[in-house]
């Protein structure tokens, strides 16, 4: 009788440990992405704000993918978002996390095509103002949370073209009056001065980057690297 209640306790045992064992999951890890539309503009908060979200969950924030580009820039310009599909390709993530969907892309093409490519490889889409996310636990696709990203998506579209609009309205407003338009005469850069000022972008033309490779690694626009490139050449 004694050893088969020990027999018993052994096996009691070996089931809590096994049981302890799965409980205790190794934590989801998450890569952040934030953008901001220009090199004036901060991530900081968005940052704080996901990577608090993530240690309340209990996440590994595994990578934090920062860019600052145009919403409208195509996506062959979108560094971040190649990182991000980079890391889900090599299944190092399991869910992204961004501030909102405008932060995405404000060029519904993009935003949809990532969300798509993140979903086929598995991998859930956390967008904070409405905190909800692309997958179900289940990893099935969210209905609603699909529905949700195709207005907010639109949204974000409408929001920067509206914004186009009354830039354009009001520059022609301007020139209408008589004001003078752009920088003031003899507040430009020199030429020396614009090559100091994008060291970054001279380094890699002189490696042999491509304007367009420089400008996606430099997060630089495509014109500035031509003006900087036509200086070199000079």
């Known amino acids: 009788y004694a050893l088969y209640v020990f027999t018993k306790s052994l096996v009691f045992f070996e089931y809590s440990v096994r049981l302890i064992f799965y ?30 979200y993530a240690e309340a969950k209990g996440y ?26 980079e890391l889900a390709h090599r299944g190092e993530i399991k869910k992204v996390l961004v501030h909102e969907v405008s932060r995405l892309a ?14 086929e490889l598995g991998v859930s889409l956390y967008w904070h103002q409405q905190a909800i996310e ?18 907010l998506a ?20 301007a020139k209408r009056k008589g004001k003078t338009l752009g920088r003031p005469v003899g507040t430009g850069l020199s030429s020396s001065g614009l090559l100091a000022k994008h060291r970054d972008i001279c380094r890699r033309l002189r490696e042999g980057q491509s304007v ?12 500035t690297v031509q003006r900087v490139k036509k200086l070199l050449a000079a």
């Open 134 to 151: 692309t997958l179900l636990p289940n990893g099935k696709r969210n209905p609603a949370a699909a529905i949700m990203f195709a207005l």
């Open 60 to 85: 590994q924030v595994e990578e934090i993918c920062e860019e600052s580009i145009s919403g409208a820039a195509s996506e062959e310009h979108r560094i971040g978002l190649h990182r991000v599909v």
């Open 106 to 119: 404000r060029k519904n093409s993009v935003a949809h095509a990532f969300v798509e490519e993140l979903e």
């Open 212 to 223: 367009r490779n420089t400008a996606k690694i430099t997060g630089k626009g495509v014109s």
């Open 154 to 173: 639109e949204m974000a579209r409408a929001e920067r073209e509206t914004l186009s609009e009354r830039i354009r309205s009001g520059l022609a407003e």
């Open 23 to 52: 409980m205790k999951k190794a934590p989801v890890p998450v890569a952040i992405l934030v953008r901001v539309s220009t090199q004036k503009q901060e991530t900081d908060r968005q940052v704080t704000e996901l990577v608090k």
